[in-house]
């Protein structure tokens, strides 16, 4: 992944606020414990649930099952957006991670992603990595990746609005 262009919005920023620089950010993103996903319905309605993922390699990565919502989703809009954050009002740093999901499907691949989940968890997330997907009790799940096109980083204490763009 290529460093982003990061770029402070002044109109949603205090007058002495700083960009929150990309390290910091992509220190969040590994450390994150809980993301929430915004898919879209093939009706055009948007469906948010949280969930866990790991960032490796310059992208976002989650599990679901076939037949969950998100992957019905996805099957006809790839377009998602994963949130993380602090629910405090006046401190912490909230991140928006924009792009487009992609199955992963490759078995060396899903083996990283799972070693990246069950040592990111202390052991708590294992999985399988065979025949193009994870596998655990109770069954299978599909693994998607997410390259970002754009990532915010909302500063709070002092506002600031980060854009990192790729």
Not at 24 to 47: H, K, N, S
Request: charged share 25%; hydrophobic share 40%.
């Amino acid at each position: 992944m290529d460093v982003p262009v990061t770029t402070l919005d002044e109109r949603f920023s205090e007058p002495d606020a700083v960009a929150s620089g990309w390290e910091e950010t992509r220190r969040l993103l590994e450390t994150a414990e809980l993301f929430w996903i915004t898919t879209v319905r093939a009706d055009g309605r948007p469906q948010v649930t949280p969930l866990v993922a790991v960032w490796l390699d310059g992208a976002i990565h989650f599990a679901t099952g076939a037949a969950e919502q998100k992957a019905v989703n996805l099957a006809v809009n790839r377009h998602v957006i994963l949130t993380t954050g602090c629910n405090a009002w006046d401190r912490g740093t909230d991140i928006v991670v924009e792009g487009d999901a992609k199955q992963v499907t490759d078995d060396d691949q899903l083996k990283r992603l799972a070693d990246a989940w069950a040592t990111k968890w202390d052991g708590r997330w294992r999985y399988e990595a065979r025949d193009g997907a994870f596998h655990h009790q109770p069954g299978v799940a599909l693994v998607f990746s997410v390259t970002p096109t754009k990532i915010l980083a909302f500063g709070k204490g002092t506002f600031s609005h980060t854009r990192h763009r790729f």
